[in-house]
């Protein structure tokens, strides 16, 4: 891919390439919307990703251009910017503005882009173009920070610029992943750990439903508020700056206080799903794959039943590898509402496994789903 998109990029902007960078994706194997409430998550980085070519102009203007995407935008440069509509620029220049307001003065590029993660599928594109970006101009123009700099710049861009109230964990993962091992992260402290995943005679199997994800921000954005109304409630009673600093124990003592059901049921999918990464970690530190696809199962009935951010199409997915015998576990991943499932399928039945889970599928929602294979890949580099 290094290669043709240096050659795209001669096409586009008429002169070489100067450097070309690669940036995974991410998939959230368990610990799903308590990112946000100061819980554990286990993400890893994958092998789907974006690729970002650039090179220095002369023409005081920042170009961004995307081979998934037909128009070109163009910037004053050092000039802080405002979003515009819904383009995927706004992550890029988002990205530049952070830069701009730290008193960098970034000479101009022009930036072609290339992804093959599925737009708007759970797998953090958005997260990979922020982090390939300020990665890229971080070590092209040497600016000094380090990655947990740029996962904070990405996360104030994705909160402040696009206006999405998520957590850190998206941008921590793309930055920091490494091959066969995924990521204990606490994203109250930030402090994580790796974990081995030995996968053995199994595959990651990543299932796009193809299900467009119109509701998942103001969704997302309405469970963060549910949470923080179980925060306020419980507080009545007992001191917490966020829900996950409950054991499910303790939360069990105290969640008479919370009086309206459905809080109630999106504080205990909270407290409950911080219990299994906990527990995660520890059965795949003792090499139990079979027990970690459990509890990847647990993790999919909690979003269904209690926290409500699933739906009939990644139902399906997950109903239909419950049924499969090659898979041993499987769950939705991401916001919800659409956008992917991943599963641990045995190796050799990645075909057989395709075949039938299209038909399933396509009888069940009416058109086909995407299924990609994936190992667990490296996060950010120059190519």
């Known amino acids: 891919m290094k290669i043709e998109l240096a050659e795209k990029f001669a096409e586009h902007y008429h002169k070489n390439a100067d450097a070309v960078y690669f940036t995974p994706g991410r998939v959230n194997l368990i610990g799903e919307h308590i990112d946000y ?12 990703g974006t690729w970002l070519a650039l090179a220095p102009n002369n023409d005081q203007r920042f170009r961004f251009k995307s081979l998934n995407f037909e128009t070109t935008t163009e910037i004053n440069s050092n000039e802080i910017q405002q979003k515009e509509g819904n383009s995927w620029s706004n992550y890029p220049i988002g990205i530049l503005n952070e830069f701009i307001k730290d008193g960098k003065n970034i000479p101009a590029v022009d930036l072609l882009y290339f ?12 997260a990979s173009i922020e982090i390939a970006t300020a990665f890229a101009l971080n070590d092209y123009f040497n600016l000094g920070y380090d990655k947990l700099d740029l996962v904070k710049m990405a996360k104030r861009v994705e909160n402040e610029f696009i206006g999405v109230n998520s957590g850190i964990m998206d941008q921590f993962a793309v930055a920091f992943g490494e091959k066969d091992k995924a990521i204990v992260l606490d994203c109250d402290t930030l402090k994580y750990k790796m974990v081995d995943i030995n996968l053995g005679n199994y595959v990651l199997a990543i299932i796009n439903t193809n299900k467009p994800r119109e509701l998942a921000d103001s969704k997302y954005n309405e469970r963060v508020a549910e949470c923080q109304t179980a925060l306020k409630a419980l507080n009545d009673e007992i001191t917490l700056h966020n829900l996950c600093e409950l054991t499910a124990e303790k939360f069990a003592l105290h969640s008479h206080l919370i009086k309206d059901e459905v809080i109630l049921n999106r504080a205990t999918h909270v407290v409950k799903e911080n219990d299994r990464v906990h527990l995660a970690a520890k059965v795949l ?33 997950v109903d239909f590898c419950a049924d499969y015998d090659h898979v041993i576990g499987a769950r939705m991943t991401g916001a919800g509402f659409g956008g992917c499932a991943i599963a641990l399928l045995e190796k050799g039945f990645e075909e057989d496994f395709a075949k039938h889970l299209t038909d399933y599928y396509v009888d069940k929602i009416g058109y086909p789903a995407a299924i990609y294979i994936s190992e667990i890949g490296n996060g950010p580099a120059r190519l």
Not at 115 to 126: F, K, R
Not at 286 to 314: K, P, T
């Open 285 to 317: 530190n003792a090499g139990d794959l079979n027990e970690f696809g459990r509890l990847m199962y647990a993790s999919h009935q909690s979003l269904r039943e209690l926290y409500e951010v699933s739906g009939q199409e990644l139902d399906a997915v």
């Open 115 to 126: 992804g093959n993660i599925p737009i708007g599928s759970g797998l953090s594109s958005s």
């Open 37 to 48: 409430n100061g819980g554990l998550v286990m993400p890893c980085a994958v092998t789907l």
